[in-house]
């Protein structure tokens, strides 16, 4: 019958399994065996009902858990005013999303966007705009660290240390040159007058989880002056308080012309900034960059509800206690386990460098954990990398360190 035509479609949603992401979805990923469907805390349940604790954060994104009530109240309330406008007006919760970023950090204007790599496009854009203004065309050159990680698009991808990223996709963008990581003569051989900015984590975070030395950033500071280079940092992975200070430069006391941050900001709704100061920001006028979602308003409201509960001193205090907290269980675990080795990091950003025996084994590793109830990550084939909620509670933190020792346990008696 012709009624039953316009019948609405059934409101109870269609199963999937994980055969569906092999079956429709580009194959770019290859996601773990399970789906999870809901998350609250640290905790998070996958389509069977199996419960896991979560030390990934979604990589570091997550940094005030699932489902937080005020994070939930900040997105609903924003849903029931206004989405989106263009950049054609701007909008409330941007404007004060970009005070309260100003007002913490040494920077003076904000440009807002909805990753990490679009932070840095906008950063690398940004530094060669101001070398040509200021300059000419002859001073565009950009120096980062190998093993460095800046983003998938084509600008950001081949200026992060990884050329297997950038092979096959033809001719890279040129200019850009890569130099061991913590090596100040590197650096300083590498630097020029061409040279218009030099990209450094501060923390390497996909590389390995390594931490810049406080003298290499120093120096790099120092060289960016005497070439008239910018200095960006890349705190998409390091920022809004996972190291226990809202940024990681606070920690080492060297200030960057440019940063950028992502992860983090929005606690797992997408949103990036470009951070900068008024002289270089004023080089970006109307018409030479832009973004359709950037600094809409509902990514805005939620990043502003994040900012101001990770903002607050005794947060970030927390965060330094509960990572001395990993430290030592993880140091007991190397001891007594000796899968690891070396416990690094700043933070609750924290590798465990996996000791000779277990190189190249991060990822069964973590697959072990997973069948024992526990989401790790990995940086890189042979470092394991926790990145908890910076508010993990007490329980969940024993817990999913329960569940890593067992995870130690059951592999070196499976190895014995
Ligand atoms: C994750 C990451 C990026 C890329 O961010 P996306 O949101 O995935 O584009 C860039 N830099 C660093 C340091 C990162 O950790």
Same mark, same amino acid.
Request: with cysteine.
């Given at each position: ?215 290499? @950033?120093? #120096? ?5 002056? =005497? *070439?008239?280079?910018? $200095?960006?940092?890349?705190?998409? /992975?390091? !920022? %809004? ?74 947060? @970030?205090? #927390? ?5 001395? =907290? *990993?430290?030592?269980? $993880?140091?007991?675990?190397?001891? /007594?386990? !000796? %899968? ?77």
């Amino acid at each position: 019958m012709l009624a039953e035509v316009h019948l609405p479609r059934q409101t109870k949603q269609e199963t999937v399994d994980r055969g569906d992401f092999d079956r429709f979805m580009v194959p770019n990923y290859a996601p773990a065996a399970f789906i999870p469907v809901r998350g609250e805390g640290s905790r998070l349940w996958d389509q069977s009902g199996r419960e896991l604790i979560d030390f990934a954060g979604g990589i570091a994104v997550n940094v005030l858990g699932h489902a937080h009530p005020k994070l939930v109240s900040a997105l609903t309330e924003q849903a029931h005013k206004l989405w989106h406008v263009s950049n054609v007006f701007t909008n409330e919760p941007a404007l004060r999303l970009a005070r309260k970023l100003v007002d913490a950090t040494f920077a003076d204007r904000a440009f807002l966007c909805n990753s990490g790599a679009e932070a840095n496009e906008a950063a690398f854009k940004l530094a060669r705009r101001v070398a040509h203004d200021r300059y000419g065309e002859e001073k565009y050159e950009i120096i980062a660290a190998l093993n460095s990680f800046h983003g998938r698009t084509l600008f950001t991808v081949c200026v992060g240390g990884q050329l297997k990223y950038s092979d096959g996709f033809g001719p890279r963008i040129e200019g850009i040159s890569h130099v061991p990581f913590n090596d100040l003569a590197a650096l300083q051989n590498a630097i020029s007058d061409r040279t218009c900015a030099v990209v450094l984590e501060p923390i390497q975070g996909e590389g390995g989880v390594l931490p810049a030395e406080r003298s290499y @950033l120093e #120096g790099a500071r120092t060289l960016c002056d =005497q *070439f008239n280079a910018l $200095l960006i940092f890349d705190e998409v /992975q390091t !920022g %809004v308080g996972r190291t226990g200070e809202l940024f990681a430069y606070q920690h080492y006391g060297v200030e960057p012309d440019i940063l950028t941050s992502a992860k983090s900001l929005g606690g797992g709704f997408p949103i990036g900034a470009m951070l900068t100061r008024e002289g270089l920001a004023k080089h970006l006028v109307p018409g030479t960059h832009g973004t359709t979602y950037g600094g809409n308003p509902l990514g805005c409201a939620v990043a502003e509800a994040v900012f101001d509960l990770v903002r607050d001193q005794a947060l @970030l205090d #927390g965060v330094k206690q509960r990572a001395e =907290q *990993f430290k030592s269980r $993880l140091g007991q675990m190397a001891e /007594q386990y !000796g %899968v690891f080795n070396e416990i690094r990091g700043l933070g609750l950003l924290i590798g465990c460098a996996l000791s000779d025996g277990w190189r190249a084994r991060a990822k069964e590793i973590l697959n072990a954990a997973a069948g024992q109830g526990l989401i790790l990550l990995q940086a890189g084939p042979d470092v394991l990398r926790f990145a908890p909620s910076l508010i993990v509670s007490e329980a969940d933190k024993v817990e999913g360190l329960a569940r890593f020792e067992r995870t130690l346990m059951l592999l070196t008696r499976a190895a014995d």
